[in-house]
């Protein structure tokens, strides 16, 4: 088993910026790639960024390229993201996940085997 804990999630106006982080335990040699997803009231979850531990792949939905940077740091086991020039729509609970798909970065819910509690992220205008 595989356990992630998100933190850095909050409240902050438009144009400003957050930093997402999730920590990683237990069994994290069987997971291959870290994503981050993001669910607004209503939607569907969506990924928002994917990356493999040595950070060598990586992937972004459209709508945040530029703005967000994931990372991860292998020593502390911990994915990161960086989240630049938040906008209203990216008002969202985040999750973190893991995956034991070995190639990718897999971008679908189902792809993921672990989640994170998720941390609420608020942008107001």
């Known amino acids: 088993q595989v356990q992630l804990v998100e933190s850095g999630g909050g409240l902050v106006q438009a144009g400003g910026s957050l930093r997402l982080s999730c920590a990683a335990s237990?069994?994290?040699?069987?997971?291959?790639?870290m994503g981050w997803f993001r669910q607004a009231p209503g939607k569907e979850r969506d990924v928002v960024a994917a990356?493999?531990?040595?950070?060598?792949?990586?992937y972004y939905q459209e709508s945040v390229k530029g703005r967000f940077t994931i990372s991860t740091d292998t020593a502390k086991n911990t994915v990161f993201m960086q989240m630049n020039n938040l906008k209203p729509e990216d008002t969202a609970v985040y999750y973190c996940?893991?995956?034991?798909?070995?190639?990718?970065?897999?971008?679908?819910?189902?792809?993921?085997?672990?989640w994170g509690q998720g941390t609420q992220v608020t942008v107001s205008s």
């Open positions: 996940a893991a995956s034991r798909i070995r190639f990718g970065p897999p971008t679908a819910v189902y792809d993921y085997n672990y």
């Open positions: 237990g069994r994290t040699s069987s997971t291959y790639f």
């Open positions: 990356i493999n531990w040595n950070g060598g792949s990586t």
